[in-house]
């Protein structure tokens, strides 16, 4: 596998470059000529830019006369991409739980196996070298310190590192082999909402070239798998077109008083619900806390708190709601939950059973993570309202996680 070995001189130059990000970073205001037009607050903005985003990021990588996605940043070749034995994929917080869910679309659509770890552990994983591995490093900002630190030691372990970032000539940009714009446009609010889309997107072709290259994806499959992508944007329109809002808003207003709100997934719901338990606790200050659903019997069921009706918010596609599903939701509800369940709109088996049904666009299951995202992100952030927090900026938080 050709790769260019990173030097003790590329690690100066980052790390000159990373001082002038922390400098950027703390002098980071909102941009005086930008606004948030007719929406009131950059949050809302930026959530509903995210349709746009989409389309625009996945208009551009694809040969439809070809039936091929083209990934020219990438420079391994064909040969080199079908030795790769093994993948990781590195960031922190909102890029994170991206990652989480990129390791489901990568197993899905090629033969490889995915490891996602927190950059911050990555650090002190055991197992440095890997031959033929590569390390897939998330960073909206390009400057997070954890991300930049376990991309230089990836490196230095011989992984062939791909960056995914929004921001070009970003530190991580100068450090990675090769890089990946997500092309979301600046993200003045702190609580990350299009970058996160942005970053599935990009992660969802990535995972679907691989298969492409690797021969594991027909010309036939890679494009209707790209159809039903381009088609997840249309269902995220009818989103934030729908009549969910209004029921959206009305669960939220259940939930701004409880001190602890539990969500509860299945497969990448439980990522999704992880990204929308971070979404409440950055913009609410309230604890929201994500589990897998049948893992909530095991202990965390014992959170509820019938003095107060906890809020149990479950994300429940059809694939997800069988009958041992079903027996957590009913019993959470007899031990004094609020049950509010995020569906699709054709489901009925809940109908009356629970305290507010939100119908989603029926979705498949690679377009369900882009759609159910955006529900959550609406919820958390009205909470938010109703409290009277201060959405895009919330207390102790930043755009950038820099240290020196
Ligand atoms: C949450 C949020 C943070 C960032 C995290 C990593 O809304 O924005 O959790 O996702 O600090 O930042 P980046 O992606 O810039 O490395």
Known sequence: MTKTDISAADIDTANT????????????????????????????????EQPRVLQDILTGRYDAARQRLVFDEITLTADEIRSLRHICIIACGTSFHAGLIAKDFVERLTDLTVDVQIASEFL???????ENAMVIAISQSGMTSDTLDAVQ???ANGAYVVAITNVMDSTITTLANA?????????IAVPATKSYTAQLAILTLLALYLGQERGTQRPTEVALFYAELLDSVDKIVRILASQSLAKIE??????????????LGRGTGTATCKEAALKVKETSYRHAEAFSVLEFVHGPIALIDPGVATPVVALLPADSLDDATRDVLFKAKAYGAKLIVFTEESEQRLVGQVDYQI??????????????????????RHIACILGCDID????????????
Do not use: W
Request: hydrophobic fraction near 45%; include cysteine.
């Open 17 to 48: 470059d990373r001082a002038a990000d922390i400098n950027r970073a703390a002098a980071t205001t909102v941009d005086p000529g930008l606004s948030t037009g007719e929406f009131p607050d950059y949050m809302l903005k930026e959530i509903y």
């Open 124 to 130: 002190f994983n055991q197992r440095k070298h890997r």
């Open 153 to 155: 030691m990836a490196r």
């Open 179 to 187: 890089s990946l714009y997500i092309q979301a446009d600046i993200e």
């Open 250 to 263: 009305q669960a939220a207003a259940a939930c701004a008083q409880a001190e602890n709100i539990l969500l």
């Open 359 to 380: 119908f989603l666009p029926k979705a498949t299951p690679i377009q369900m993570p882009f759609v159910a995202i955006v529900a959550l992100q609406l919820f958390a």
């Open 393 to 404: 900026n919330p207390r102790y938080l930043s755009k950038v996680v820099v240290s020196h």
